[in-house]
């Protein structure tokens, strides 16, 4: 077996990080927080307040709906002594159908592809759209490599001031100077 001299294999460890200089270089992180900055939106506000509009429209409509079962409900409960048992299952059906449009309803309305999410989408997308457009240029100006978001569902435990370029993508979307 060769015997190599430390001196030598010194030089060649050297010598691979000097010939490779990306792989010995850290990758740079940072953070910014999308909820401050739709909190500085004004549009993002709009927005919101649009969906919470809509949002009271769609439980009101549910609510009545669910009400009016209730209230046949209770007229029937009342009123039990004098149906005869044919007459209180017809109303018990129609009972279960007002309660099943009510569902229905619902569902339609807040389900998982209710109308309040598509609305939301289509309210939101183009706010989220300018933001992602602006933490990429943000990036891309301080050479990073990862730039993540503390407001979603990430979970970052720690993070340092140092790497938050919130200001960065607010100064982006000229948030900043709007204030000020």
């Known amino acids: 077996?060769?015997?190599?001299?430390?001196?030598?294999?010194?030089?060649?460890?050297?010598?691979?990080?000097?010939?490779?200089?990306?792989?010995?270089?850290?990758?740079?992180?940072?953070?910014?927080?999308?909820?401050?900055?739709?909190?500085?939106?004004?549009?993002?506000?709009?927005?919101?307040?649009?969906?919470?509009?809509?949002?009271?429209?769609?439980?009101?409509?549910?609510?009545?709906?669910?009400?009016?079962?209730e209230k046949m409900r209770a007229e029937l409960r009342s009123k039990e002594i004098l149906f005869t048992p044919e007459m209180i299952k017809e109303k018990q059906k129609e009972i279960e159908l007002k309660e099943q449009e009510a569902l229905n309803k619902s569902t339609e309305l807040f389900g998982y592809d209710g109308l309040i999410y598509k609305k939301q989408e289509e309210l939101l997308r183009p706010l989220r759209q300018k933001l992602f457009d602006a933490v990429e240029v943000v990036a891309r100006k301080n050479g990073l490599d990862y730039l993540f978001d503390k407001s979603s569902d990430l979970g970052i435990g720690f993070s340092n001031p140092v790497h938050d370029y919130t200001e960065f993508i607010l100064e982006e979307l000229e948030l900043l100077k709007k204030q000020n």
């Open 1 to 69: 077996m060769h015997k190599y001299s430390p001196v030598i294999v010194l030089l060649f460890v050297i010598s691979n990080f000097a010939l490779c200089p990306k792989e010995s270089v850290a990758q740079k992180f940072g953070h910014y927080d999308s909820g401050f900055i739709f909190g500085k939106m004004p549009e993002y506000a709009e927005k919101n307040e649009e969906l919470n509009a809509l949002w009271k429209e769609f439980d009101k409509v549910v609510r009545s709906l669910q009400n009016d079962a």
